[in-house]
């Protein structure tokens, strides 16, 4: 079994609290494309990656970034068709039934 005796710890706790804090601030306000951004650079400003790793991480998320908004703006699309779809379905066999 894990030991969790440092989650009764006042500074993790603290921590955690701000960890979950600094998330709610970067869903809600951090445009889409930076959400996972702040996370390399903290990570960069705490010393845990290198500028070099920083460069590279930013280069590869800059690359997944567009391909996967794309995806997203499809697939978007294609349940925005179905439901119109679904919802034009509907409208006929109400107005078949009503005759």
């Known amino acids: 079994m894990l030991n ?3 989650k009764s710890l006042v ?3 603290r921590a955690d609290d701000l960890l979950i804090r600094v998330h709610k601030i970067a869903i ?15 990570g960069w400003r705490l010393g845990d990656i290198t500028e070099a790793v920083l460069k590279e991480l930013e280069k590869d998320l800059n690359g997944v970034g ?12 294609s349940q ?14 109400v107005v ?3 005759q």
């Open 28 to 42: 809600h306000s951090f445009p889409r494309f930076e959400r996972f951004a702040y996370c390399i650079h903290a």
């Open 11 to 13: 500074a993790w706790q």
């Open 96 to 98: 078949f039934l009503w």
């Open 66 to 77: 567009a391909p996967v908004s794309g995806l997203i703006r499809s697939i978007r699309l």
């Open 80 to 93: 925005a068709f179905a439901n119109a779809t679904a919802v034009v379905l509907c409208i006929v066999a």
């Open 4 to 6: 969790r005796r440092h």
